[in-house]
Nanobody, 123 residues
């Protein structure tokens, strides 16, 4: 079992930055791939970024490339999402997820989810 707790969300002006963190409990964090997803009101959940257990492979949704950076610290059992140049369309509830997905962008293939942290970007 893995429990995930996100933090770092907030209200920021367009062009600003936020760093989201996802702290995991349990002994098997380092064996899981980690992903960040988001869901805006009235919209479906969307993949944002993912990182393999070793950190050797990283994936981003096109809209996040060049602006967001996912990283992980297995010793701290934490995954991060550094978000720069934020836009109003980035406003959403951001979730982290853990699992062993064959397709890192598929939320259905993750086993554990956090409760989410709200990111609001004002124009």
């Amino acid at each position: 079992q893995v429990q995930l707790v996100e933090s770092g969300g907030g209200l920021v002006m367009a062009g600003g930055s936020l760093r989201l963190s996802c702290a995991a409990s349990g002994d098997t964090f380092s064996s899981y791939h980690m992903g960040w997803f988001r869901q805006a009101p009235g919209k479906e959940r969307e993949f944002v970024a993912a990182i393999r257990w070793s950190g050797g492979s990283i994936y981003y949704v096109d809209s996040a490339k060049g602006r967001f950076t996912i990283s992980r610290d297995n010793a701290k059992k934490t995954v991060y999402l550094q978000m720069n140049s934020l836009k109003p369309e980035d406003t959403a509830l951001y979730y982290c997820a853990a699992g062993t997905p064959r397709r890192p962008n598929s939320g259905r293939e993750y086993d554990y989810w956090g409760q989410g942290t709200q990111v609001t970007v004002s124009s």
